[in-house]
């Protein structure tokens, strides 16, 4: 079993839809959470970043995480066709060991105009 | 506005040759990582470093040997490829644990297909 599992998708919605993206994992020692966002050809860039459990808004977009579940979620409000791209959530036990980062396979995400 | 690069973006080689594949960054970023990108699995650590002449492996190292003998550069080369090494890889940067956000910061990958 993954430690961190992600519906690959793909997933198609039309503009001005409410996109849920989620993940789940197995390793409860996991704290941080990350959201990147991969253009096509283009190299991960990070897009949201959280602390233990709750929520965190920025724009659009809301990331959540419910460590009692072992699930993190990211919404993107009145999704707009640049949002299309891949997005991986990523995990890390703490901010000490650079090498624990864990990915998701990541959800590709196309908005239609 | 340089950043992170990686050369070369593309490259095809046959089983048994030799690949380096470079990676330069100009933030002075203490870590760097060498990422693998695979359908189903994601990214896969197989190398990082904390510093020069400091690395160690990651998930996916087998087939794979790294250096840093300057804090900016940190090549990556399989020594005989194999099919089985056909990937897009990330190199990555991130500033070191004090200031650590859980950010990397990646090139935008050299694509890799051995026959």
């Known amino acids: 079993q993954k430690e961190v599992e992600q519906d690959p998708g793909p997933l198609s919605v039309p503009e001005g839809a409410i996109v849920s993206l989620n993940c789940t994992y197995s390793?409860?020692?996991?704290?941080?959470f990350m959201w990147y966002r991969q253009y096509s050809r283009k190299g991960p860039e990070l897009l949201m970043y959280?602390?233990?459990?709750g929520n965190k808004e920025d724009g659009r977009f809301t990331a959540q995480v419910d460590k009692s579940s072992k699930y993190i979620s990211l919404f993107i409000r009145d999704s707009q066709p640049s949002d299309s791209a891949t997005y991986l959530c990523?995990?890390?036990?703490?901010?000490?060991?650079?090498?624990?980062?864990?990915f998701g396979a990541g959800t590709r995400l196309t908005v239609k105009p | 506005d340089a950043g992170i690069t990686q050369s070369p973006r593309y490259k095809i080689t046959e089983t048994g040759r030799q690949v380096t594949l470079m990676c330069h960054q100009t933030?002075?970023?203490?870590?760097m990582f060498w990422y693998r990108q695979d359908l189903g699995h994601g990214l896969r650590l197989i190398y990082y470093s904390a510093a020069a002449d400091i690395t160690d492996k990651g998930e996916v190292p087998d087939g794979y040997v790294v250096s840093r003998s300057k804090t900016e550069n940190f090549p990556l080369t399989l020594e005989s490829a194999t099919r089985s090494q056909t990937s897009v890889y990330f190199c990555?940067?991130?500033?070191?644990?004090?200031?650590?956000?859980?950010?990397?910061?990646f090139g935008e990958g050299s694509r890799l297909t051995v026959l």
């Open positions: 390793n409860s020692a996991f704290q941080y």
């Open positions: 933030w002075s970023h203490s870590y």
């Open positions: 959280t602390y233990s459990s």
């Open positions: 990523a995990m890390r036990r703490n901010i000490y060991n650079n090498n624990d980062m864990r």
């Open positions: 990555a940067s991130s500033e070191g644990a004090a200031l650590n956000t859980g950010e990397l910061f």
